[in-house]
């Protein structure tokens, strides 16, 4: 079954670190455009960073650009997003999308929360 699942978030105090991971079944992500999204409470779901295959540059909305570095995995065919300096208003729910294989595929989202 093509998927995508979504894990690693939690609770997190302000300026902590969190690392959450997607991983691909059904077909390899090593070739794709893969994305990182999120959806704050009450807010519409956001880009968080973009990445190319064949290592091209990875491109982060600003308010990730220092903080957050996502990489992939080809041989585990995950990616991740390490959070590094995490405020209360990155909570929010974490999705992955396999936008290269088709921009509906998304992961269950996994809830990430910093208390201040």
């Known amino acids: 079954q093509v998927r995508v699942e979504d894990s690693g978030g939690g609770l997190v105090q302000d300026g902590g670190s969190l690392r959450v991971a997607c991983e691909a079944f059904?077909?390899?992500?090593?070739?794709?455009?893969m994305r990182w999204y999120r959806q704050a409470p009450g807010k519409g779901r956001e880009l968080v960073v973009r990445?190319?295959?064949?290592?091209?540059?990875?491109l982060y909305e600003s308010f990730a650009k220092g903080r957050f570095f996502a990489s992939r995995d080809n041989t585990r065919n995950t990616m991740f997003l390490q959070m590094n300096n995490l405020k209360p208003e990155d909570t929010a729910v974490y999705y992955c999308?396999?936008?290269?294989?088709?921009?509906?595929?998304w992961g269950q989202g996994t809830q990430v929360t910093v208390s201040s």
């Open positions: 999308n396999a936008w290269g294989y088709s921009q509906n595929l």
């Open positions: 059904g077909f390899s992500l090593r070739d794709i455009e």
């Open positions: 990445l190319p295959p064949y290592g091209q540059r990875l």
